[in-house]
T-cell receptor
Framework: AQKVTQAQTEISVVEKEDVTLDCVYETRDTTYYLFWYKQPPSGELVFLIRRNSFDEQNEISGRYSWNFQKSTSSFNFTITASQVVDSAVYFCALSEHNNAGNMLTFGGGTRLMVKP | DAGVIQSPRHEVTEMGQEVTLRCKPISGHDYLFWYRQTMMRGLELLIYFNNNVPIDDSGMPEDRFSAKMPNASFSTLKIQPSEPRDSAVYFC?????????????FGPGTRLTVL
């Protein structure tokens, strides 16, 4: 069975600090996909990124970067120079493909609070 | 392009009443998912559809819950009768399978309070 663990339930930083959100996953499949979603205080779930298991290149998008390491089954998310607007709950998720489609397994989420 | 649309955004009802939540997926998407989010259990997948056909409803908590997708642009999640423990945020998501993967896009959610 697949599992996603986000050990950090809550992180508090001061604006402009860098912060890394950890995500560790378990799966028996060789083909799988990893996701990050953001849930701001307004409540909606916003898609941030998708990576497949064959692509271990790190990804950077503005102040956001993601580090995928198959050797440690981790897919960590770093926010550089954090801002108050980054305050949200961030979810890591894992998808395995089967004949019926892709089902997401979510981690428990990390609540990030960025203080001014 | 319009995203996933859910209605109502907030629903307050009394125990025993029937509740119907509605979802309009993104046009052209072939998968539709219903999730429930609570503090205690996090995000739980309740049921999902492919091309309007229910594929897996193993997450539906009990017979009080039912979901339908009569066409590609509309789905409902019904709770009858509702109970206070059903209070949660219910999300609908849709996706388009391309090759072997898809990305689920979520609606804004319906916050349900059962008194």
């Amino acid at each position: 069975a697949q599992k996603v663990t986000q050990a950090q339930t809550e992180i508090s930083v001061v604006e402009k600090e860098d912060v890394t959100l950890d995500c560790v996953y378990e799966t028996r499949d060789t083909t799988y996909y990893l996701f990050w979603y953001k849930q701001p205080p307004s409540g909606e779930l916003v898609f941030l990124i998708r990576r497949n298991s064959f692509d271990e290149q790190n990804e950077i998008s503005g102040r956001y970067s993601w580090n995928f390491q198959k050797s440690t089954s981790s897919f960590n998310f770093t926010i550089t120079a954090s801002q108050v607007v980054d305050s949200a709950v961030y979810f890591c998720a894992l998808s395995e493909h089967n004949n019926a489609g892709n089902m997401l397994t979510f981690g428990g989420g990390t609540r990030l609070m960025v203080k001014p | 392009d319009a995203g996933v649309i859910q209605s109502p955004r907030h629903e307050v009802t009394e125990m025993g009443q029937e509740v119907t939540l509605r979802c309009k997926p993104i046009s052209g998407h072939d998968y539709l998912f219903w999730y429930r989010q609570t503090m205690m259990r996090g995000l739980e997948l309740l049921i999902y559809f492919n091309n309007n056909v229910p594929i897996d409803d193993s997450g539906m908590p009990e017979d009080r819950f039912s979901a339908k997708m009569p066409n590609a642009s509309f789905s409902t999640l019904k709770i009858q009768p509702s109970e206070p423990r059903d209070s949660a945020v219910y999300f609908c998501a849709s996706s388009l399978l391309q090759g072997s993967t898809d990305t689920q896009y979520f609606g804004p959610g319906t916050r349900l309070t059962v008194l």
